[in-house]
């Protein structure tokens, strides 16, 4: 079982990187009562993981191969992200594995397979279905059970470090192959794998690898649920030799401090029982546990973290006359333009993060008095000291009365506000803590003409707590300004020097112009909460208070990092 087991122990969390999805989800996997297909042992399963993508099936990930077992409970963790709005299609398959040859190979045996999708797995948590043999034949009384965890935002993830000295030695010509088993017991009295790690050959002393874990997957969160852990002498044919056990909780691990390591005697209740002298069949010792907390975009919100959102507006010629019916900039007194449309709908959700709800609103592209130069960054009050407005009915009014005064001109250069903005987030982004963050929502009416200054500008600006909107209003054709968005690929600047992250979303407003202000919002603003975790996650910064920890404060040694 085991020797297999190792390139596969770790959990496949998929810890890092933004996190767009709903939310993240740990599958594990056991099966019961599979076919026996080998003449002289039992079958030794694997299970893959397929995921359905485009029509085609696509291995994802799969387990370690358990040796000689028919009742396999598997030790590796499937990390997957789970969209709430999508059918997302999964096949476990299993196979008794010959060797160390690929699944695909004859040698190999198909014991059967499952579909369902991860919603399902989801809703019920636990799944447990018939595995089926090619042609919808049940692979005799054969079961699969699907656990589903769900990672959430206020979570975080455990690395453990064991060790053991003097386990009995259960072999007769060496010394025992200890591994060990970690389960969680359940609210209902069941046990739960958590982890089982590598085994150590012919050692007493067995120095385990450090291991990753989920805190919701250890001990659901709760830090007095009991562990039941439980060492084993390996044996290749599946008769694993029973060491010891002992029970542990997460508030006792938590007691580990420099220099210091928490230890469990190790003991085989057969032998206490019979045994006078029995002391312990070894001592398992906790050597190191370092924290990780995963920080959500509410973690940073619920700390206290101010979101100052900036408006800027093409003022250029290509607009039309604001005095024309035609114009983009046309006030009609009955109905809002596409200008205003999209400046109420994302800031309107904005200013429910900003607390004192004064917002900077600059133009571009216009003659501007006293002696009408042409300005690229301008305050729509006029106020160069204090471009701020109250609310959003602020800028509104300061938008309808700033367009009398001026004379639409051009070109189109947005790189002097992406500049401008990023200094001063650069400001705030001096200060090492989670208390400020800025959005830059941009609305024009054509592609830019400064491409390569703006190209630059989002590169620099990719290092600061600052993510930009760019809304695109009329019926120009923008194919240009999706080279901003780093969706299709990485932007970079002139030079080639990559952006440091993903900080632009571009949306045409007319994909939206019969829908609601929400649903513009809604795409507008979809990326918006993992640009701000990976920002503070780069930069390694906690959220300055968060509303509830998850845990009571670790003791050293324990590095608090976050991680999305």
């Known amino acids: 079982m085991m020797n297999e087991v190792q390139e596969a122990t770790s959990p496949a969390t998929s810890l890092s990187g933004p996190a767009t999805c709903v939310s993240k989800v740990e599958l594990r996997v056991s099966c019961k009562a599979l076919l026996d297909r080998d003449t002289l042992n039992k079958s030794d399963p694997c299970v893959v993981l397929m995921v359905q993508n485009n029509g085609q099936w696509i291995e994802l990930d799969r387990t370690e191969v358990i040796k000689s077992n028919l009742h396999p409970v598997f030790g590796k963790v499937f990390g997957l992200d789970y969209y709430f709005e999508e059918v997302q299609k999964l096949r476990f398959e299993v196979y008794d594995i010959h060797g160390t040859h690929s699944i695909g190979t004859r040698d190999d045996d198909f014991l059967g397979g499952m579909e369902c999708t991860l919603g399902q797995i989801v809703a019920q948590k636990k799944m447990i279905k018939p595995l089926l043999l090619k042609y919808g034949k049940y692979a005799g009384k054969s079961t699969i059970t699907v656990h589903a965890e769900e990672i959430s935002g206020n979570n975080g993830y455990v690395e453990l470090s064991f060790c053991a000295k003097k386990l009995d030695d259960k072999d007769l010509f060496s010394k025992s192959d200890p591994f060990l088993e970690i389960f969680r017991i359940n609210d209902d009295g069941t046990e739960q794998l958590v982890h089982r790690t590598e085994v150590i050959k012919n050692n007493l002393n067995p120095v385990w690898e450090p291991f990753k874990v989920s805190l919701i997957s250890l001990c659901s969160c709760d830090e007095e649920r009991k562990l039941k852990c439980l060492v084993w002498d390996y044996d290749s044919r599946g008769k694993h030799d029973f060491i010891g056990e002992f029970y542990a909780t997460f508030r006792e691990m938590q007691k580990i401090s420099s220099g210091n390591k928490v230890s469990w005697d190790c003991m085989n209740p057969k032998y206490k029982q019979k045994k006078r002298n029995y002391k312990n069949s070894g001592v398992v010792i906790l050597s190191d546990l370092k924290l990780h907390r995963v920080y959500s975009f509410l973690d940073y919100i619920m700390g206290g973290c101010q979101i100052h959102f900036t408006v800027a507006i093409d003022f250029t010629a290509s607009n039309g006359d604001p005095r024309n019916s035609c114009s983009l900039h046309y006030i009609n007194p009955y109905q809002p333009n596409e200008y205003l449309k999209a400046l109420i709908a994302v800031g309107e959700i904005c200013q429910d993060y900003d607390s004192d709800k004064r917002f900077s609103a600059l133009g571009f592209g216009a003659r501007i008095p006293p002696n009408y130069e042409v300005s690229h960054d301008f305050a729509i009050n006029f106020n160069p000291e204090d471009d701020e407005c109250e609310g959003i009915q602020g800028v509104v009014e300061a938008y309808q009365n700033c367009l009398p005064k001026i004379q639409l001109y051009g070109p189109t250069n947005v790189a002097p506000i992406i500049n401008r903005i990023a200094k001063v987030a650069a400001g705030d982004g001096n200060i090492k803590d989670a208390s400020r963050y800025h959005i830059l929502l941009i609305l024009t009416d054509g592609v830019v003409t400064d491409m390569a200054d703006t190209r630059e500008a989002i590169v620099r600006a990719s290092y600061q707590p600052l993510s930009i909107?760019?809304?695109?209003?009329?019926?120009?054709?923008?194919?240009?300004?999706?080279?901003?968005?780093?969706?299709?690929?990485?932007?970079?600047?002139?030079?080639?020097?990559?952006?440091?992250?993903?900080?632009?979303?571009?949306?045409?407003?007319?994909?939206?112009?019969?829908?609601?202000?929400?649903?513009?919002?809604?795409?507008?603003?979809?990326?918006?909460?993992?640009?701000?975790?990976?920002?503070?996650?780069?930069?390694?910064?906690?959220p300055m208070s968060p509303m509830r920890e998850l845990l009571t404060p670790i003791l050293s040694p324990v590095a608090t990092t976050p991680t999305e």
Do not use: W
Not at 482 to 487: E, P
Not at 499 to 526: E, G, M, N, W, Y
């Open 469 to 542: 909107i760019i809304v695109g209003v009329g019926n120009a054709d923008f194919t240009d300004m999706q080279i901003l968005d780093g969706d299709d690929g990485v932007l970079r600047s002139p030079k080639g020097e990559p952006v440091l992250r993903d900080i632009v979303q571009f949306v045409p407003f007319r994909d939206f112009k019969t829908a609601s202000p929400a649903a513009l919002a809604k795409c507008v603003l979809a990326e918006v909460p993992g640009q701000v975790v990976e920002y503070f996650s780069h930069k390694a910064i906690s």
